[in-house]
């Protein structure tokens, strides 16, 4: 594939995600829920029963995270607002790295792509690798057009605490975890 092409699909898969992306507010105006009861209990077992291969390849269950505060996010490396987002997300997650909190980056890549991202950025948390059907499990969350980026918080008691359609800064993280930590 010459480079032109591969610019090409670049921007037309950007332009994609950015559509769906301005649809789902559409449906999701605010991009962002407190609403627990919103969530049906099945999406909580469906993402605690993912077992998914991180950059090496080692399976790593959902499910060892459980009874902490979990930031499960929602990307791929070829989505700008992900891009972007993730800086703050690593930095909140080393702030908070003596706390029982998981941040989790669920790709929607390849392995190959991830590990070169992880390389470049130095991200301290796990980047598990998802297939495209994983990203369904978004919609039960409310994500019905399955855009990214998309973050999920999980309370310590399993339940889901924030949810949000697009980018979160480090400002909206702190106050977000901080008080699901009881300090």
Not at 74 to 103: D, H, M, N, Y
Not at 125 to 146: D, K, R
């Amino acid at each position: 594939m010459n480079k032109t092409t591969r610019f090409a699909l670049v921007a037309g898969i950007a332009l994609i995600a950015g559509v769906a992306g301005f649809l789902t507010r559409q449906h999701f105006p605010t991009g962002d829920s407190d609403a627990t009861h919103e969530v049906p209990s099945a999406a909580m077992d469906a993402l605690f029963a993912l077992e998914l291969p991180d950059t090496e390849g080692r399976p790593q269950p959902m499910s060892q995270w459980k009874g902490k505060v979990v930031v499960a996010n929602f990307w791929a490396t070829w989505c700008p607002p992900c891009r972007k987002e993730i800086p703050e997300f690593a930095e909140v997650s080393e702030a908070l790295a003596g706390e029982p909190v998981q941040f989790v980056g669920i790709s929607i890549d390849s392995a190959e792509k991830v590990r070169a991202f992880d390389d470049e950025m130095d991200v301290p948390y796990p980047l598990l690798i998802a297939s495209h059907e994983v990203l369904a499990l978004a919609a039960q969350f409310g994500n019905t057009a399955q855009a990214l980026p998309f973050t999920v918080i999980i309370d310590r008691e399993g339940k889901p605490a924030h949810i949000k359609l697009g980018t979160l800064n480090k400002a909206e993280l702190e106050r977000r975890i901080h008080p699901l930590l009881g300090s």
